[in-house]
């Protein structure tokens, strides 16, 4: 995405691109830009104003008003890609908050002693399930890099008895 739209006379210059907006010299980053949208100027005027929340502000700028249409897109352009960044930043908080709770289950398990688990009459420990499915777990926890083969291999031999 890249708009710019030339000021005229005295009205600066707006560029909108995948950072922020930038009017004149001055870059608003694409996160911190709230409410964007074009306001009416006076009656037969030869200039729209685009109205936009940025740092805690109210920040309006002239455009020339031949230029709407392109303004128009570059908005709506400019809030898909805010969309966008905000759904990926969700899903990456999600996913990192998953790999979190997985890496505290499995340090949890790594970290058990014998002597804290329910233990049968023959001294082994009683195991919620099948050893087969715990290393199937394990395996998964060190592709998603979770876990260290290191710490894979060492459960595993535990697991199994080996």
Do not use: C, W
Request: glycine share 6%; net charge negative; aromatic share 6%.
């Amino acid at each position: 995405m890249y708009y710019q739209i030339e000021g005229r006379l005295n009205m600066k210059t707006l560029t909108f691109d995948e950072e922020g907006l930038t009017v004149g010299k001055q870059t608003y980053p694409i996160d911190d830009i709230e409410n964007l949208k074009i306001t009416n100027a006076p009656l037969f005027a030869t200039y729209g104003i685009l109205t936009f929340h940025s740092g805690g502000r109210d920040i309006s700028v002239a455009f020339p008003r031949s230029a709407i249409d392109k303004l128009r897109r570059a908005i709506h352009d400019f809030e898909h890609e805010q969309m966008m960044r905000k759904k990926a930043a969700e899903k990456a908080a999600a996913e990192e908050a998953a790999a979190a709770q997985a890496a505290q289950t499995v340090r949890t398990a790594a970290g058990a002693n014998v002597a804290e688990q329910p233990v049968e009459s023959q001294g082994q420990p009683v195991r919620s399930l099948d050893p087969y499915e715990e290393v199937k777990k394990l395996k998964e926890l060190l592709d998603m890099g979770i876990v260290t083969e290191e710490e894979f291999q060492k459960k595993k031999k535990e697991l199994l008895n080996l």
